[in-house]
């Protein structure tokens, strides 16, 4: 037996998708109980200038801690909640965690630390985004040159008018605006001109590259002197190594993020790390 397909052909009856189905039903379901409970926690993973080895800032990442005390990477939760729209209250609910993360940082005496948080396209395409935005730092008392949305390259390249507009509208209210998983994408140079980011964040893929076979020495090299002539800061994603690290730095590459610097971080465990390194405190 099968099910008549839309052209009148069978569809044989497979039991891998209604198993995939399922499966992704029932995690939708715990998904919208976990985004009411407030179950989705954040962590923090630091950002080091590469000229001095200060910590500049963090990026904010999102951990599902179900209550087995078990984790959910986003890579597992992030497309689904943004097919089923869960992500609106999910970026909103990451947005206040970094906002009173940034109080607690000036109340500890670090107000020149700021914080990445990736923003889905699902978010910046809705109209609300920048009242709702602007709304949240202003009742933490912030301003807003302290966060850095991070927009993958793929969504800030595509030819959409009103993200576009959101991202200009943003960038004139005070916004930093970091470009993600840069060289993955197609990048337009005149549209990359335009944006008028803050940041590059070179994707991770080329980091762990280096070294090794293909062009990735070339890529990397290219994606920083782009910085450097558009006067953006150019930050590698992804440093594991030494040799990595001081590739870069013979490079002028001068932001740096990854494994061989911290591991994303609970809160408290990253606001202990600023208190014993080297912070910038302009
Ligand atoms: P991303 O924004 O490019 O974040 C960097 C990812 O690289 C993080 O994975 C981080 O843990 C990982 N990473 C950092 N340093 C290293 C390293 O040295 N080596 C390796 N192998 N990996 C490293 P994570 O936390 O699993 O996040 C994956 C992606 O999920 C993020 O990529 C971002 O696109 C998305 N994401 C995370 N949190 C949020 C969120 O709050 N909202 C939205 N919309 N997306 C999020
Ligand atoms: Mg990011
Ligand atoms: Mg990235
Ligand atoms: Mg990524």
Known sequence: ?????????????????????????????????????????????????????????????????????????????IPLAEANGLIVPLGQQILEQACSALRSMDEAGFPGITLGVNVSPVQLGRKEFIDELIATIRRYGLSPDRLELEITETVAMEEQQHADDVLSILRRKGFAIAIDDFGTGYSSLAKLRSLEAATLKIDQS?????????????????????????????????????????????????????????????????????????????
């Open 1 to 77: 037996a099968g099910l008549k397909g839309t052209s009148g052909q069978l569809i044989e009856y497979d039991p891998n998708v209604e198993e995939e189905t399922r499966r992704r039903f029932a995690l939708s379901q715990q998904l919208y109980k976990a985004v009411l409970n407030r179950e989705i926690t954040v962590v923090f993973q630091p950002q080091i200038d590469l000229t001095d080895n200060r910590i500049v800032g963090a990026e904010i990442l999102a951990r599902w801690t179900r209550p087995d005390g078990s984790t959910i990477f986003p890579a597992d939760f």
């Open 206 to 282: 080329f980091i762990a590259g280096l070294g090794g076979a293909g062009q990735n020495e070339t890529i990397v090299e290219m994606i920083i002197r782009l910085g450097e002539r558009m006067n953006m800061r150019v930050l590698a994603e992804g440093v594991e190594t030494e040799q990595q690290a001081e590739w870069l730095q013979s490079r002028r590459c001068t932001l740096a993020q990854g494994f061989l610097y911290a591991r994303p971080e609970p809160f408290e465990q990253f606001l202990a790390r600023l208190r014993n390194s080297p912070v910038k405190t302009v």
